[in-house]
């Protein structure tokens, strides 16, 4: 995708698809500057999982980092707690409010705004020791992602 450098990235939105022989499966599709791309699904089955595929290109050398679009992981039309990221043969656990919690925001490429989490703090036991840790700094109250309480 070109892009003239003067004029900023635009991102139109998500578009959430439904697939009428998977109904608890959405198709997550960005669309940026007019033009769309596959994202990711969520199965919103249980508490919700995003899946997406990274390949060894996708890698932000610098931080040795994963991304997701930040529209993805702030949206609140979407509702899910895990992450699964798909890489070289491993899936890659995470929970939204630990990449949240934990990501660094970047502009890559000519893509939209990206959160991306090193490859080396994914996992499901970190993620899930976070999260209570953080139900319980909050009172032992569930808070949403946004950081209000729910």
């Not at 899946?51 to 996708?58: V, Y």
Request: net charge positive; glycine share 8%; proline share 2%.
């Amino acid at each position: 995708m070109k892009n003239n450098q003067n004029e900023p990235l635009k991102q139109d939105s998500l578009i959430i698809r439904c697939d009428i022989r998977k109904p608890y499966v959405q198709s997550i599709i960005a669309r940026l500057n007019g033009e769309e791309r596959y994202v990711g699904n969520i199965d919103i089955s249980g508490e919700g999982t995003f899946q997406s595929s990274r390949k060894e290109n996708h890698v932000y050398r610098k931080t040795n980092s994963l991304g997701i679009a930040y529209a993805v992981l702030n949206d609140e039309r979407l509702e899910y707690r895990w992450i699964v990221l798909n890489f070289m043969g491993r899936a890659l656990v995470t929970t939204r409010n630990y990449f949240q919690k934990n990501c660094h925001i970047r502009h890559y490429n000519n893509y939209e705004l990206q959160c991306f989490l090193p490859i080396e703090k994914f996992g499901r036991r970190i993620a899930e020791e976070f999260d209570k840790s953080e139900f319980l700094k909050n009172g032992g109250t569930q808070t949403n992602l946004f950081g209000g309480a729910a």
